[in-house]
């Protein structure tokens, strides 16, 4: 058997210290937005329909509220993925989010603020020992307003103890699961429902007096997710484009320990300018398992995966697009606990389990989500507080 040690002491040195933060090289623009709802399933018209949005509150285009992470050039796992851990991967282990206000639209310029905040060591299942790293990162426009605070949870590992602990995968996981014509009708069926609620809301009010405890929002359920839907989740990321972003010039993934078949030059700006097929992680680096079967099982995972970062937006989308334009997510905090593989579908489910005015004075309602897929294994769960107006 490997020795099942996990070195995490170089973590300490990084803690509470500002790292190189993100930033963007143009102005986002309503393109980048429209793909962004588009990439994220996320069919919510103030965001992709120009006439429409002119109409609403903001009398312009908006962003998502779960844009914010495509304005960082790491997915927001930066702060969360510092020190030396030799052999490690990693993978998203959560998010929480802390929002302020301000909307991002088209012109905006957005800046990020990268603090590494604490980590702790567990024995798991999946690899053994496991480093639960989390990191500050906080979002602002060019005028300086504060956007946001995402506090997000990597989770690294050696990819060696993964695949030695989970085994070789049965083919049932391994293979993607097959759906029928009639069941694939009538999942778009289903899909229907929530964004039949986005139509009926409109540009209407979700009264927060009308809300009660119990009360279940809608259903939404996405996928079935491919490879092809989660390439276009990645070239979402402003920073999966050639020339996105300024690159960071304080990171190196071997450095950081990653396996040498899985470091890539993701972040390497030089080398970016000189071949910039080398440095896109689609195809080269840590974020190939996604993309690809056998990279997957190299770290673990059986097939194809989703990314965590669009995970969290998809919940952040869900609840916001049930508050409605005259609502928002104040705060939310996910938990992820298995990913989106390829076949399969995701399911939202989330219930209303309190109601109150909070210490700012807003009027607030809290709900306990649950992501599933179907088979009924838990993707993630979260609690979210969710600002809604007062008659």
Request: with cysteine; net charge negative; hydrophobic share 35%.
């Amino acid at each position: 058997m490997t020795d099942k040690i996990l070195d995490c002491s170089d973590i300490d040195r990084y803690l509470g210290k500002p790292i190189e933060g993100a930033r963007m090289k143009d102005p986002i623009g309503n393109l980048d937005i429209k793909r962004w709802a588009q990439a994220m399933h996320y069919p919510n018209r103030l965001h992709y329909d120009n006439a429409y949005a002119a109409d609403s509150r903001f009398g312009k285009l908006i962003a998502p509220q779960s844009f914010s992470v495509a304005c960082d050039d790491g997915h927001g796992a930066a702060p969360a993925c510092v020190g030396r851990i030799p052999q490690s991967h990693l993978l998203f282990g959560g998010d929480e989010w802390w929002f302020y206000g301000p909307q991002i639209a088209g012109g905006d310029t957005i800046h990020n603020e990268r603090i590494p905040f604490d980590y702790a060591v567990k024995d798991t299942r999946f690899a053994g020992p496991t480093c639960f790293q989390r990191g500050d990162n906080h979002y602002y426009n060019h005028l300086g307003d504060k956007i946001a605070t995402q506090r997000s949870t990597s989770i690294r590992y050696r990819a060696d103890l993964a695949r030695e602990m989970g085994g070789t995968p049965p083919a049932s996981a391994t293979d993607d699961p097959e759906w029928t014509d009639v069941q694939l009708a009538e999942l778009e069926d289903r899909k229907f429902e929530y964004i039949k609620m986005l139509h009926d809301l409109g540009h209407g009010k979700r009264w927060w007096d009308d809300v009660k405890v119990g009360d279940r929002l809608p259903v939404r359920v996405i996928g079935p997710h491919s490879i092809a839907s989660f390439a276009t989740e990645w070239r979402a990321y402003p920073f999966t484009i050639w020339g996105g972003m300024r690159r960071r010039t304080d990171i190196d993934l071997e450095e950081l320990g990653f396996t040498a078949d899985m470091a890539g030059k993701e972040s390497d700006g030089e080398l970016e300018r000189i071949n910039p097929e080398q440095t896109d992680g689609a195809y080269i680096g840590p974020s190939r398992g996604h993309l690809f079967p056998r990279w997957a099982r190299y770290i673990g995972m059986p097939r194809g995966y989703g990314y965590g970062a669009s995970m969290g937006a998809w919940i952040i989308d869900y609840l916001a697009g049930w508050a409605g334009e005259w609502g928002r997510v104040v705060h939310s905090n996910c938990a992820y606990r298995g990913p989106a593989f390829t076949g399969d579908i995701t399911i939202f489910n989330a219930s209303v389990v309190d109601k109150q005015k909070d210490d700012e004075g807003r009027h607030v309602v809290q709900v306990d989500f649950r992501m599933t897929s179907q088979t009924g294994a838990t993707m993630s769960t979260a609690k979210a507080e969710i600002q809604l107006p007062v008659r």
